[in-house]
């Protein structure tokens, strides 16, 4: 490849390394989906027990023989599983992603009426965990041996805080305890803070930890001693010379970050009895709602595809010496 | 209809009294049968104002005719209205039909229907609505498994004139005013079922005091009053339009948020009272307790007489008295739930008192049945052994059963473990314990049963409900009791509208159940509220302790 670039002119060599790279990038995408699709559509029949039986009531309820035959042939699962995947993969490639058994509505609708919940909360953590990486990180890495060590310290503690556990403590203490904010809902922002909080606070921890060390390393490098000699103030070095290197690494880490906010999100969602995406899937999975199963993680590795590629286009820009170097 | 899945640990009773004083506030009225609960600070009633309402647990679907799960019966009272209504004391009275007659053969059921009703989409109220709600039911595409379970010998309805509606069984069935009089038969207009299922469950259509507004799913449905309503049930507490004038019904499914919910006052009434939850509440001054049992049968473990060891009725015997099931309520719910003994809560109609005591706690009994039965202790603690076989016992565990209700059978397993028995919990998803249950795959299943009619023996311990043809291994009868004698006597009970005759026949039912040990009976079903300050009449119907909210109202 790189004796082709060479040949062209640089413009045309981007051009074209980029249109190859995210025609790469969409052929392994549409892969990588297919494989959760079809991972999801046989873990859940393989798990023992059936769908119609979960939705028809449970073990309590009393359908008659005509109900349940009927609930069979309306779900499909009256048909060999190989047939079933065929029809249900020719559906999917079509974009009809069925209806969901439990919610008796499209399974497009349920997700567009809790994706907005979701993308909000993902979205105020993943800002909240930049800021309190960003603060730890500018604010005490390399000043002195004290403030230094407590900002690490800080750090791993974070990075070590199970979500969930920590969803419960914030709820504790500043919900239940000290009642200033409300322990559940998504009416307005004051409900977003713990909940976001306890996402937040373990990822900042991660981005910390990354951004620590490449920041750390700047700092070591001859161009910061000379802007210190140019007698530029130390937020100056640090904010104009020194941010961008950490940034760096946080950006790449991103894009697992969002997908495993995502991902976390089903745990805080229930805690806090937030509308969403996570909450839904939860309940989707223990229904063996299949369509809607499906939908929900079609949809979640959408969200990682796209954000890796995201993050892939931020990359360049914050350091665009990677365009040359990748390819 | 009943499910694991709904909190299973909300069971109780009122009327404990707390040891705390609470001076002049409430006054809780809670126990057995008495729902109503009256503010001794409530003024006059007040027109309008929103009412939020929290429970755990989210409705599938709007239409409690579809799937029919108990989440759907609670909002659906508030839209729906029924045929026929059921007062505290059981007896069935005029609600949408005035007057009603059956046929000597007890087969066809003539209702005399009101003709002032509208649906909240200006329909009218007919013959015609009645007939489409009954097809509607039992109609396989429907997926109905409780509304259209109950009405299983439905096969036809008559509509002579708009007024009357003569409805055709198979076989004669007592309890058919029963099962009208729950909110999971509410009648619906007709032209919002001709809608599709899915459709129609989103927004139903009803002629009750409020009306679907909107369903913001898991968060909440928004209800407005309806202006035109002039036709309550007759135990109502008022006539006319209800109240509130809008009803905010929310789901906050975590039981510790929804109480914290509660106690800020951001909601003013919440469903399900976590029980850890019960002492706080009745301590608070701004908080106030509802707690009414269901009819049906009580909270058990259903043993499974199919196999062994439960194949023995000393065996089962043995079981059941070997479990400390008041000291194990003393303990997990510091006293505030008393055992339900017999099959039928003391609330249902017909229960009979007479065997409720042939399952207390006796381990000395349990020891000398298993001795007798051939199962042998080697030393005192050590699990028995017959022919070289343990005795042990396989109890799936859904991932849904409350933390509460575990800690129970966890106490079941100690004391049980000191008489002999090896008890296994066995922890897994929902999906793969209905598998279990539907293949007869364990030594007893946790289950529940809520209705109004005593009619729910045939359907737990009957033999027609040992899995039908086709099912797939559904079965209601989890104990696998196959008795020709009970089968007789429950099928009697449904063929006379004598209600001495009818106690007879269900009190002799009672008594073999009670003689051959098929469950394990821990406490009964209930409904569990607390109110904040701020709303008042809020009570619980009759039929099925349902909430009600048609006349409740809000101080401004």
Partial sequence: MSSLIESTSPGVRRARQLGQRLALRGVGGVLVLLASASVTFFALHLTPGDPVRAILGGPSANPTPETIAAAIKEFGLDKPLIEQYGIWLLRLLHGDFGRSFSQHQPVVEVIRQQLVPTLQLTAAALFAAWLLALISVLGTARRNRWLSGLGSLLETLSAALPQFWLALVLLAVFSFGLQWFPPEGNDGLLSLVLPALALAIPLAGFLAQVMREAFELALDQPFILSARARGLSEWQVRLGHGLRHAVLPGVSLSAWAVGSLVGNSVLVELIFSRQGLGRQLYQAVSLQDMPLTIGITLFITLVYILTSLLVDFLYTLVDPRLSEVHG | ?556
């Fill in chain 2, 1 to 556: 209809m009943n499910n694991p899945l709904l909190a299973s640990a909300n069971a109780g009773l009122a009327g404990k009294s707390s040891p705390f004083k609470y001076t002049g506030l409430a006054l809780v009225l809670g126990v057995l049968g008495v729902g109503v609960w009256h503010s001794a600070h409530a003024d006059q009633p007040v027109n309008g104002g929103t009412l939020i309402y929290a429970t755990d647990r989210e409705p599938s679907c709007l239409d409690p005719h579809v799937d029919g799960d108990m989440p759907q019966v609670f909002i659906a009272q508030q839209f729906l209205d029924s045929l026929v209504s059921m007062d505290e004391k059981g007896h069935i009275g005029p609600w949408l039909a005035k007057s009603w007659q059956v046929s000597p053969d007890g087969k066809t059921w003539t209702f005399h229907l009101r003709n002032d009703v509208t649906f909240t989409n200006g329909e009218k109220f007919t013959s015609q609505a009645v007939k489409a709600n009954l097809d509607h039911m039992r109609n396989p595409a429907t997926q109905s498994s409780t509304a259209g379970g109950y009405i299983q010998q439905y096969l036809s309805t008559d509509t002579p004139d708009d007024y009357t509606a003569v409805v055709h069984l198979s076989s004669p069935y007592a309890a058919f005013l029963e099962v009208l009089a729950q909110g999971f038969l509410g009648i619906e207009a007709p032209s919002a079922l001709k809608r599709s299922r899915d459709e129609n469950c989103q927004s139903p259509v009803g002629s009750g005091p409020f009306k679907v507004v909107s369903w913001d799913h898991q968060n909440q449905v928004v209800l407005a009053r309806n202006p035109n309503y002039n036709w309550a049930p007759p135990y109502a507490h008022h006539q006319g339009p209800a109240r509130l004038e809008k009803v905010i019904w929310r789901f906050i499914p975590e039981p510790s948020v929804r109480f914290a919910a509660l106690r800020s006052g951001k909601v003013d009434v919440i469903e399900a009272l976590p029980p850890e939850s019960e002492a706080s509440a009745r301590k608070n001054h701004d908080l106030s307790v509802v707690i009414k049992d269901r009819p049906g049968n009580p909270t058990n473990g259903e043993l499974n007489t199919r196999r062994a060891p439960f194949n023995d009725v000393r065996v089962r015997e043995a079981f059941v008295r070997s479990a400390d099931i008041d000291g194990a309520l003393a303990s997990i719910y510091f006293n505030t739930l008393k055992r339900a003994s017999g099959p039928l809560s003391s609330v249902t109609p017909f229960y009979s008192a007479a065997s409720a005591h042939t399952d207390d706690y006796d381990p000395v009994r349990a020891a000398k049945l298993l001795d007798e039965a051939g199962w042998r202790q080697a030393s005192a603690g050590a699990v028995r052994q017959r022919n070289g076989q343990s005795l042990t016992v396989h109890i799936p565990i859904r991932a849904t059963t409350s933390n509460a209700e575990r800690t129970l059978w966890e106490q079941v397993q100690a004391t049980a473990g000191q008489v002999g028995f090896d008890v296994q919990l066995e922890p897994m998803g929902d999906t793969e314990a209905s598998e279990r249950q539907g293949n007869w795959n364990y030594d007893v299943t946790l289950d529940y049963w809520n209705t109004n009619t005593a009619d729910v023996l045939r359907i737990v311990f009957g033999s027609a409900f040992l899995g039908a043809a086709g099912s797939g291994g559904y079965h209601q009868n989890g104990s696998g009791f196959n008795n020709p004698q009970f089968d007789h006597l429950v099928a009697a009970a449904l063929e006379t509208q004598d209600p001495s005759q009818r106690a007879d026949l269900y009190a002799q039912a009672q008594k073999i159940v009670a003689d051959n040990y098929l469950q394990l009976r821990t406490y009964p079903q209930s409904t569990r509220l607390g109110v904040y300050k701020r709303a008042h009449d809020v009570w619980l119907e009759p039929s099925l302790s349902v909430t009600t909210l048609y006349d409740a109202w809000v101080s401004p």
